[in-house]
């Protein structure tokens, strides 16, 4: 066990608990989980509980406050740190850790700005230390198929694409519920989520995005827009709300142990409140966004985003000089860091109808009838439609290195990801495009 890496988390909403469970059950024989970092010495005391429940002696990890990250970093010997925080801090930890001689695995996006961008840039050039961001949607089996036969030459060049996220009204309306719903801390959806489109395009096409233009606004949460429907009834948060109880946008944290474990007993600590209802004032992040951008291959992309969907999931078609691709997903809903999210509840398919995630890929070649890609029955299992337990051992397994696809993100790929959202940011702001060569400098 002398190779195991010694890792810390800082952070402990509830995408650590996708890198804690990894180190202290199935990855134990790679890596030491010896360091948590966390604002909040309650939500602290629940993980380690929750180890203790996993493992004998997993309880015994050191906590500190981000006040002491540096020294965590010094007295437990830290190889690797593992970002899970709010976003806006990513940069401070990451630039932290490198500068002490760590490498860093970071939960998208890289950052939520050009300046805290060029912040890890640059120490990431002056240290040379290794920075990995968890794009975990290249792990998808029904993504990585369609890198395949866009690689191929399925349908030759690609000269454009469209890209439609849809967000239902269980998934896409907890952002406006917790501290993603302010724009300081996520950089809004732009950032937040769609990095994870972006890179997926970037990953798709091999290209570099060049420049962005697009609008945004928030349409559909928020008081205004709730009482333009006719809503007189409001409350800030749903625990302890009579109003909330029939508000199927309200989340009930005692209902669900972990939810409050987490968030409802540590909120006495640091203030924060993981059920605000989605339709209360200071809401700063839009819900519906519209973008074109133009990528160093000459080719664009039309996107859209939209966060209040009757259905999950997404549609991309791609236009090349031989054909076309038709690719549509319809995925699973869930709240972030509910015993159901763990739990992997079936998804609910546009019909209504419970059933397994549904993916569809067509080509249409050319002058040749059209063609269905069909992915094995079990090929799409998983977290995110299968792309987690992929993640976690290209980054931990003995399949690590391993990498024909060029699936594994650098922190150069976490830049690409997302210049387009910071653009977007200026282009909605300002009413024009947005040169992203210009954003950071390289």
């Known amino acids: 066990m002398s190779g195991r890496r010694r890792y810390a988390v800082v952070g402990l909403g509830s995408r650590s608990r996708m890198y804690t469970n990894a180190l202290l059950g199935k990855y134990a024989g790679h890596g030491e989980l010896v360091g948590l970092c966390d604002v909040n010495a309650t939500r602290m005391a629940w993980h380690l509980e929750s180890f203790r429940r996993r493992c004998e002696g997993a309880g015994t990890v050191a906590t500190y406050h981000p006040d002491g990250f540096a020294r965590m970093l010094r007295e437990q010997a830290v190889d690797a740190v593992i970002v899970t925080s709010v976003d806006r801090t990513h940069h401070r930890y990451i630039v932290e850790a490198v500068r002490a001689g760590c490498d860093v695995i970071t939960e998208k996006p890289l950052t939520i700005d050009g300046p805290r961008c060029q912040a890890i840039v640059d120490a990431v050039r002056e240290t040379g230390r290794r920075v990995l961001v968890a794009f975990n949607y290249r792990y998808a089996p029904r993504n990585a198929r369609v890198k395949q036969l866009l690689d191929a030459g399925a349908i030759g060049r690609v000269l454009s694409a469209h890209f439609e996220w849809l967000l239902d009204t269980t998934h896409g309306a907890d952002y406006y519920r917790r501290w993603h719903r302010d724009k300081r801390n996520s950089g809004g ?107 160093s291959t000459r080719a664009s992309l039309t996107y859209h985003l939209t966060s209040y969907s009757p259905w999950e999931g997404y549609r991309v078609v791609f236009n090349g000089t031989e054909g076309r691709l038709e690719f549509e997903a319809v995925e699973r809903s869930y709240v972030s860091g509910s015993l159901e999210d763990v739990n992997q509840p079936e998804v609910r398919d546009v019909t209504g109808i419970t059933g397994a995630n549904r993916v569809r890929i067509l080509v249409r070649p050319l002058w040749r009838p059209p063609q269905e890609v069909r992915l094995e029955e079990d090929e799409d299992e998983g977290g995110h439609a299968g792309a987690d337990v992929r993640l976690l051992e290209a980054l931990f397994g003995e399949g690590a290195g391993e990498d024909p696809l060029g699936r594994n993100s650098t922190y150069l790929d976490g830049v690409f990801a997302i210049l387009p959202g910071v653009g977007a940011n200026q282009a909605f702001a300002t009413g024009l495009p947005v040169d992203l060569t210009s954003l950071v400098r390289l």
Do not use: C
């Not at 333009?228 to 989340?251: K, W």
């Open 189 to 295: 959806l732009m950032i937040h989520k769609a990095s994870h489109h972006f890179d997926l395009m970037n990953w798709w096409l091999r290209a570099r995005p060049e420049s962005v233009f697009g609008f945004g606004r928030l349409a559909f949460y928020g008081r205004e827009n709730a009482e333009e429907r006719g809503v007189t009834r409001f409350y800030e948060r749903a625990h302890g709300s009579e109003t909330a109880r029939t508000d199927p946008f309200a989340l009930h944290l005692e209902q669900d142990a972990q939810l409050k474990g987490m968030y409802l007993d540590a909120e006495h600590e640091d203030g924060y409140l993981r059920d605000r209802s989605v339709f209360a004032d200071g809401i700063s992040i839009e819900d519906d966004m519209a973008l074109v951008i133009r990528y």
